[in-house]
């Protein structure tokens, strides 16, 4: 007899896949090949949506997660006039947003997983033929080894540089965006911080984040503008960038979720935001199935996914390619488009809610 779902991953993505079957009564098990409990050294730091934290709510977690609130996104570029304030209030929603580490969600869903007593080979290869009715791939990356055809690489050039920095004023519930040509930079409240993401040209991105704490500062504060005013950093680490993208998330009885799917650029933080939804809604597809790998449930899986997921990449891709080029025209039409934003608040709402629900929000 076939095993219900073979999920390849052990991190986030995949308990919380793991997690919602087991609500739904779909048994799973997950096999990893690095030793449980990996995942919680996870050093980054993630923004997730207010969709997010409902998903997460429904799956009993959320409240164990420690985690910052964003209330308020400033959103500018440099070079120009325009800028823009997305306000949780205005939507009617606690906060737009929440900052947290990877490794406190992976914690978290561990501790559930564990307490449910859910399968968790560690240590463990992907077997060559599983004999499972549905495999679900969540290793954290694309695998192009087996069908490279499928796969759409972009390169960005660039780096991600984070860390955390502190501020004169406590960071009080607001996000900072700020795009430069160099890159977009992030500056996300997290607990009495801010958790910084920089972006910069790859060949200069190792000695960004060797320079000593004052150039460093000296740097992000010239990129960063005036708003908030950096006293001090901790060591940075470089994360490279770029899209890549798995154009079909189902191939037989297969499917592939979170970064195994498509990995996107940080700007507007929409990666695991991604990953939850079509985790959420992947669960849904599976309750009540005689057999979890039965094509027409999938293609209608993948049908009703495709739309969030399109547009979230290229959204994503839209807003690095556009905020990154320095021409004359362009920084004047995002000056028109940032002022229009502040403006008019229905384009300011349907951005707000694109951004917390994906597709859904429309």
Known sequence: MKEPVLIIGGGPAGMALALALHQRGVFARIVDSRPRGAAKSDARILALSHGSRLILENLGVWGKIPHTPITTIHVSHQGGLGRTRI?????????????????????VLDTALAKHGTAFDDNTAAPAHPDSALIVHAEGHIDNSNNVADIHNRDYGQHAVICTARASAPPRGVAWERFTPAG??????????????MTCPAGESATIAAANDSDFLALLQSRFGANVRLTAASPRLVYPLGLRLRRQPVVGREVWIGN??????PVAGQGFNLALRDISELADALTDAADPGDAQRLARYAAGRRIDRISTVGFTDGLVRLFSNDSAPLRHLRSAGLLALDLIPAARSFLARRMMFGARGW
């Open 87 to 107: 306000r949780a209030a205005e939507e009617n929603v606690p906060a737009l947003g929440y900052v947290l580490a990877a490794g406190d969600l992976a914690t």
């Open 260 to 265: 195994a799917a498509q990995t996107l650029h």
């Open 184 to 197: 977009p930079v992030a500056l996300l409240p997290c607990n009495d911080a801010y958790a910084v993401v």
